[in-house]
């Protein structure tokens, strides 16, 4: 079992940064990989970047150059740097885990999840 829980979200104008962090706990030693997701109300939920256990990355087409995902794995936390924010990066973002390779994919639903940190861009 694994928990998350997910932090620095806020409001920035467009063309801002924000650092997303989330916080691991449990036997987190085994997860395959993990990874940030978004939401907008009404939307399906989308895969943002993924980080497996070998340090390889994933991202999205409409994330790459401005996002960064990276671990810190001493002190089990998560990150994801965002720069060049642009309105239509406005949704509440999710961080996830799984213990399947198989599962390490973009479009894959993981298997735990942390409840969710806002993310407002404004024009």
């Known amino acids: 079992q694994v928990q998350l829980v997910e932090s620095g979200g806020g409001s920035v104008q467009a063309g801002g940064s924000l650092r997303l962090s989330c916080a691991a706990f449990?036997?987190?030693?085994?997860?395959?990989?993990m990874g940030w997701f978004r939401q907008v109300p009404g939307k399906e939920r989308e895969g943002v970047a993924i980080?497996?256990?070998?340090?390889?990355?994933i991202y999205a087409d409409s994330v790459k150059g401005r996002f960064t995902i990276s671990q810190d794995n001493a002190k089990y936390t998560l990150y994801l740097q965002m720069n060049s924010l642009k309105p239509e990066d406005t949704a509440m973002y999710y961080c996830?885990?799984?213990?399947?390779?198989?599962?390490?994919?973009?479009?894959?639903?993981?298997?735990?999840w942390g409840k969710g940190t806002l993310v407002t861009i404004s024009s």
């Open positions: 980080i497996n256990n070998d340090g390889s990355t």
């Open positions: 449990g036997y987190i030693y085994s997860v395959a990989c």
């Open positions: 996830a885990a799984d213990y399947k390779p198989d599962s390490c994919r973009l479009s894959h639903y993981m298997d735990y």
